[in-house]
């Protein structure tokens, strides 16, 4: 079975993106669709980024953790917040401490706002960010307007239906990459 890391990006208080997050993981596990590993930034608590991990002399077992979980997986699912229109400082931190385990590394976006637009602007930063360091986002996204009340706190989604049938689109172009992925490096 693949494995899947969906990081939850926001570190807030009172953050409404990490019921996306749990929803995520919950989708993949009761559906039987992978093995999932829930990595939740507030938990990690990172200090400011001063380097990259490889050239950091004492890193935390936090950061080791990480590079292990992502390098292990074979995909990963981003959900995160827009803050004015870019993503959170705690998402840029990880993703600028690692490199070689975001390359060819399939990421799917999923953004998060509390308004009616879904997070439109952050997609473009982050996948920006991500193309640099030589990670495959993937072509479809997942966007959700209006999260206080398209999701409980809990990971349910307010409309199941709706919101299963979007995520069927969103996993299996997921699945896509990975697989591709696969084979690529077997040939």
Known sequence: MQKIAVISASVRKGRSSHSVALYFKNYLLQNQLAEVELIDL????????EERLRFIENPTAEMLQLAKTITAVDGVIIVTPEYNGGYPASLKNVIDLLYAEWKRKPIAIASVSSGPFGASQVLT?????????GALTVPVTFQVPNVGTAFLENGEPADKETT????????????????????????
């Open 42 to 49: 507030t938990v990690l608590n990172f200090p400011l980024f």
């Open 125 to 133: 930063s982050l996948q920006f960010s991500l193309w640099k360091i």
């Open 164 to 187: 299963n049938k979007r995520t069927v689109a969103f996993i299996n172009e997921l699945f896509y990459w990975m697989n591709a992925k696969e084979l690529a490096d077997k040939s």
